[in-house]
C-alpha cells in the first residue's frame, strides 16, 4: 500500500516559473525524501528531511515539513525544461526500513 | 560513480512463461530492495534483503515470484508463470545499512511486458 499522496496529480508551467508539489502521509516518520524520475528511468535521490527539521535546502530545491498536518511540499524555483519529469515523495517509517513511495507529481516545464 | 546495474533493460515475455531479472547493487550496501511500478504509480516494495537474508517479502506474490541473494551482493527476482497484469518497470534499489537517515539508489529499472 502507498502512504503518501502527492498533489497535484500533474503540473505544466511555463519555464522560468516556479513548481510546488504538496505530499501527504499517513503514519508517523523517521524522515521524508523527494525523488525524481524521468519517463522510462529509475529514480533520483533529490533531498531528504528528517522529523525534527522543518525546512531543507537544496540548489533550487526547498522542501517543507509539518508532521502536525503530516504533509510535505516541495519548491523547484526557477524551473528548467529538464525539470520535466515524476516526483515523489517517501516515507521512512522508522529508520532503515523500506520506503514507502506516493503515486508522485507529473511535472512538465514549457520552454 | 558508482550505481545499481539491472539486466535486461526491456523483456517481453509470453503469459505462463518464466522471466528473470538481475541486479547488482552498489559495492557495500548490504541491504537491497526491489520495487514493481505500475505505469502512472509509484513504486511499491515486493522484498527487502539485508544481506542475504530476507527481511520483507510481506508483498511478493509468492505463488508465483521469487528473489534470492544468495552470496549478499548480486540478486535475482523471478516470475513463473508471468501474468498480464505483471506488465510493469521492475527497479532494485540498495542502500547503506545501519544508518536511518540514508537515501536508496534506484537502477535503472527493468521494464516487463507479458503479452
Known amino acids: 500500500s502507498q502512504q503518501g499522496e502527492e498533489d497535484p496529480q500533474a503540473l505544466s508551467i511555463q519555464e522560468g516559473e516556479n513548481a510546488t508539489m504538496n505530499c501527504s502521509y499517513k503514519t508517523s516518520i523517521n524522515n521524508l525524501q523527494w525523488y525524481r524520475q524521468n519517463s522510462g528511468r529509475g529514480l533520483v535521490h533529490l533531498i531528504l528531511i528528517r522529523s525534527n527539521e522543518r525546512e531543507k535546502h537544496s540548489g533550487r530545491l526547498r522542501v517543507t515539513l509539518d508532521t502536525s498536518k503530516k504533509s510535505s511540499s516541495l519548491l523547484i524555483t526557477a524551473s528548467r525544461a529538464a525539470d520535466t519529469a515524476s516526483y515523489f515523495c517517501a516515507t521512512d517509517p522508522s529508520g532503515n526500513t523500506p520506503l514507502v513511495f506516493g503515486k508522485g507529481t507529473r511535472l512538465s516545464v514549457i520552454a | 560513480e558508482a550505481e545499481v546495474a539491472q539486466s535486461p533493460r526491456y523483456k517481453i515475455t509470453e503469459k505462463s512463461q518464466a522471466v528473470a531479472f538481475w541486479c547488482d547493487p552498489i559495492s557495500g550496501h548490504a541491504t537491497l530492495y526491489w520495487y514493481r511500478q505500475i505505469l502512472g504509480q509509484g513504486p511499491e516494495l515486493l522484498v527487502q534483503?539485508?544481506?542475504?537474508?530476507?527481511?520483507?517479502d510481506s508483498q511478493l506474490p509468492k505463488d508465483r515470484f521469487s528473489a534470492e541473494r544468495l552470496k549478499g551482493v548480486d540478486s535475482t527476482l523471478k516470475i513463473q508463470p508471468a501474468e498480464l497484469g505483471d506488465s510493469a518497470m521492475y527497479l532494485c534499489a540498495s542502500s547503506l545499512s545501519g544508518n536511518p537517515d540514508t537515501e536508496a539508489f534506484f537502477g535503472q529499472g527493468t521494464r516487463l511486458t507479458v503479452v
Open positions: 534483503f539485508q544481506d542475504e537474508s530476507v527481511v520483507d
